[in-house]
C-alpha cells in the first residue's frame, strides 16, 4: 500500500470520503486525562488527526461515541466520575440475564472483566467541549432496558430512553444520531440527515 499520506493524497484527489477512527476515551487522553491513569497518547480528535495526519480542514464530521455506562478495566477505585456499579445493578436495571452481562463484557485481548460507572455528565460534557462533535453514537441503550432490543425506529425506544436521549442532547448541545439497541451491527437507529 506505502505510506499513509499517499493514499490519503489519493483519496482526496479522488473526491473519496475518509473514515478515521479514534481509539480509547477523551478521559483517557495523555494530555487531558487523570494522570497517571492515562494512555501514552492525546486521544482527543485534534491527537487522532495530528497522528494519521490530517489536516483538520478536511474535518466535516465528527461523531462522538458514548456508552451508556462507561467502563474501565484496570486503574483505581473511585476513577469513575459517577460512582462505580456492579453487573448486578445493570442486570436488575435493564432486565438483561447477569450470565450474558458477564461473558460480553470482557476485554478483547486479556478477557479481563470490565468495570462500569454511572453515565458521567460533567465528563460528557467536557468531552464535547474537547473534541467537537457533530454528532454523538449512544452505544449499549438495552442497558437502559432490554425493551430497547425490540426498537428498530426511535420512537419505539422506552420513555425513559427517550428522556435520556433529551439530556444527552441538551448537555452535549448536539444531536444523539446513531443508537445501538443490541450487541449486533444490525441493531443500530440511524437519525442521521447526511
Known amino acids: 500500500m506505502g505510506e499513509a499520506q499517499r ?31 492515562v494512555t501514552s497518547r492525546d486521544t482527543t480528535v485534534a491527537g487522532c488527526l495530528a ?44 432486565g438483561i440475564p447477569l450470565e450474558e452481562l458477564k461473558a460480553r463484557e470482557v476485554t478483547t485481548t486479556t478477557g479481563r472483566p470490565r ?12 468531552s464535547c467541549v474537547l473534541n467537537g462533535p ?9 442497558y437502559l432496558s432490554v425493551r430497547n432490543r425490540h426498537a428498530y425506529r426511535f420512537e419505539q425506544l422506552t420513555e425513559e430512553t427517550l428522556r435520556f436521549i433529551e439530556e444527552v442532547e441538551r448537555v452535549s448541545g448536539q444531536p444523539v444520531t446513531l443508537m445501538s439497541t443490541k450487541f449486533d451491527w444490525r441493531n443500530v437507529i440511524d437519525r442521521r440527515s447526511w
Open 7 to 37: 493514499v490519503l493524497d489519493l483519496a482526496y484527489c479522488r473526491g473519496q470520503r475518509v473514515l478515521l477512527e479514534g481509539t480509547q476515551g477523551t478521559s483517557l487522553s495523555l494530555h487531558h486525562g487523570p494522570y497517571p491513569h
Open 51 to 94: 497522528d494519521a495526519g490530517i489536516a483538520p480542514g478536511r474535518v466535516r464530521r465528527i461523531v462522538a461515541v458514548f456508552r451508556t455506562y462507561p467502563i474501565r478495566v484496570g486503574g483505581p477505585s473511585g476513577e469513575f466520575g459517577g460512582a462505580e456499579i456492579t453487573y448486578e445493578e445493570i442486570a436488575c436495571r435493564s
Open 115 to 126: 468495570r462500569f460507572g454511572e453515565f458521567d455528565w460533567a465528563q460528557l460534557h467536557r
Open 134 to 142: 457533530t454528532d454523538i453514537a449512544l452505544t449499549f441503550v438495552d
